[in-house]
């Protein structure tokens, strides 16, 4: 009896280990999935701008420009629904930007409008579409591989912030860079989830966040006038979110100017 007894215990604790293998064999190959599709979609989409090509102003000085350009058209044959797209060099972000008229769709859905739990990087769909809010604030997944949002809190760590300081947010109508500010766990009613801020009330939040943060960005709060919010749920908990807060600087797209 005791010997069937320990066998049966044997294959039961057999079958859970299998069962767990394959659920993250599946998991793995899930987030494997939705990796290859935006590279894919990266690789249609996006281009590497060469740096020995940057337009110059009349009086010699060169063109700030982003260091990747974005075929909208073509993204937006895809889907309409796309407003922008993502780079942070040196990191895995590198992702389209949609809206919808919710926030909802996109927790889990991708471009394609298929289901997946990685979803799609979305703007708040109270921001004004071409990121004219004073503050535009975009949402996405905590992946465990680090995708999508999965990097953000390595900004905790004052070494990765130092390697990776500036993103870069393009969109059909500008291309813009954003210098990094601020970096801190919010509780879910945190204000820097509304969209519309007086001037004076979005430098006020900067300076006490930024004095938090004990990170000397190089930026005067008190120029700011629009910022890129990137928002994550922080690991572990549904509490809290880990935010990043970027000033943006419109950047040129080969225009010399008169």
């Not at 579409?129 to 809190?153: A, K, W």
């Not at 500008?174 to 879910?188: M, S």
């Not at 006020?204 to 960005?217: I, K, N, Q, R, W």
Request: aromatic content about 10%; glycine content about 8%.
């Amino acid at each position: 009896m005791k010997r069937t007894i320990r066998r049966g215990a044997l294959v039961i604790a057999l079958l859970v280990v299998a069962i767990s293998a394959f659920r993250l064999w599946e998991i793995g190959r899930s987030y494997r999935k939705a990796n290859q599709v935006y590279r894919q979609t990266a690789d249609r989409f996006v281009q590497q701008a060469p740096a020995d090509t940057q337009p110059v102003q009349p009086h010699g000085e060169k063109i700030r420009q982003a260091p990747i350009s974005v075929d909208f058209d073509g993204l937006k044959r895809e889907n309409p629904d796309v407003v922008g797209w993502l780079y942070c060099p040196g990191t895995v972000i590198n992702y389209p930007v949609v809206q919808a008229a919710d926030n909802e769709q996109y927790l889990s859905r991708m471009l394609d409008g298929s289901y997946h739990a990685a979803g799609t990087i979305f703007l708040d769909c109270r921001c004004d579409g071409s990121f004219q809010s004073s503050n535009s604030i975009l949402y996405g997944h905590n992946m465990r591989d680090d995708s999508m949002f999965g990097t953000l809190e390595s900004y905790e760590e004052p070494a990765y912030w130092t390697a990776h300081p500036t993103l870069y947010l393009l969109t059909p109508e500008a291309d813009y860079e954003v210098r990094l500010l601020v970096g801190r766990y919010v509780p879910l009613d945190d204000e820097i989830y509304e969209a519309d801020w007086t001037p004076e009330a979005l430098r006020e939040y900067l300076h006490e966040a930024m004095g938090d943060s004990g990170l000397d960005a190089g930026v005067d709060c008190m120029e700011v006038e629009r910022v890129l919010t990137l928002s994550t749920c922080g690991a572990g908990t549904q509490e809290r979110r880990y935010i990043l807060i970027g000033a943006m600087t419109e950047l040129g797209r080969g225009e010399t100017g008169d």
